[in-house]
């Protein structure tokens, strides 16, 4: 039963950080990535990362304050958010899939972060 569980989400104040985790199970991911979902928004990309975790891409939006990394012995994979405002408040999921492009087909239940001002 393939399973990505997100865990991390919290309450922040502007500023501040938090560190997201994504455990996955019972499939060989090839990438990660992760996206968040505002009240009244649209899902919108976050960062992603590629197998070998040398590939990085992150949303201008959070270039610079947000950081993804993977754990593949524990095939975990984080986003440490730092300097947080409170426009990062949202869902943020985890997404994975098999493949090296195309949509993602594995996701996460979502993680709650709220930044206050």
């Known amino acids: 039963q393939v399973q990505l569980v997100e865990s991390g989400g919290g309450l922040v104040q502007t500023g501040g950080s938090l560190r ?5 199970s019972g499939r060989t991911f090839r ?23 040398e590939t990085t891409v ?31 408040t949202a869902v943020y999921y985890c997404a994975a899939d098999v493949r090296t492009f195309g949509h993602y087909d594995y996701w996460g239940q979502g993680t709650q972060v709220t930044v206050s001002s």
């Open 31 to 53: 990438r990660y990535a992760w996206f968040r979902q505002a009240p009244g928004k649209e899902r919108e990309f976050v960062a992603a990362i590629g197998w070998s975790g």
């Open 58 to 88: 992150y949303a201008d939006s959070v270039k610079g304050r947000f950081t993804i990394s993977k754990d593949n012995a524990k095939n975990t994979v984080h986003l440490q958010m730092n300097s947080l405002k409170p426009e990062d």
């Open 20 to 24: 997201l985790s994504c455990a996955a």
